[in-house]
């Protein structure tokens, strides 16, 4: 394995060990529970917001390391972005893991989600990168206006 895949494989396994932003709260704006039938793996997502800004994002739920830590790195990346941001970022992620390895995340939009960038590479395991993101997706469509 190349150094950088190393490096992203500790970054998987550090979050899922040590998630981020882990715990509902009350007050949401939005949530959106999601199964994974395939697997079992589930995650709540909640959207805190201040009018269409993310002022945060609590997860809670069980399964692999990698919808762990994909719960994770979502909720690092999307305080502070407005909506549609959110909504855009959630699409370029959508890309990358359907892309069969051919796209690379961009860091630069997405953080830390391109350590799922190998992910994209085995279509079993993308559901679970992308289970809080379409949770926030759905949180995003079902919010109260």
């Not at 790195?73 to 893991?97: H, K, N, Q």
């Not at 690379?104 to 350590?115: I, M, N, R």
Request: with cysteine; charged share 25%.
């Amino acid at each position: 394995m190349s150094g950088t895949g190393s490096l992203y494989q500790e970054l998987i396994l550090d979050l899922s060990r040590h998630p981020r932003a882990k715990g509902l709260h009350d007050g949401a704006d939005a949530s959106s529970h999601q199964v994974n039938p395939t697997c079992g793996d589930e995650v709540t997502v909640q959207l805190h917001l201040d009018g269409d800004v993310v002022r945060a994002v609590r997860w809670d739920g069980e399964g692999c390391a990698i919808s762990q830590a994909s719960a994770s790195i979502l909720a690092e990346l999307a305080p502070g972005l407005t909506l549609d941001d959110l909504g855009s970022r959630i699409a370029l992620f959508r890309t990358a893991m359907r892309s069969k390895g051919r796209i690379e995340p961009d860091e630069e939009l997405l953080g830390d989600a391109v350590a799922l960038g190998g992910v994209s590479k085995y279509t079993a395991r993308v559901k679970c990168a992308m289970l809080p993101w379409v949770a926030a997706e759905d949180a995003l469509a079902h919010r109260a206006a």
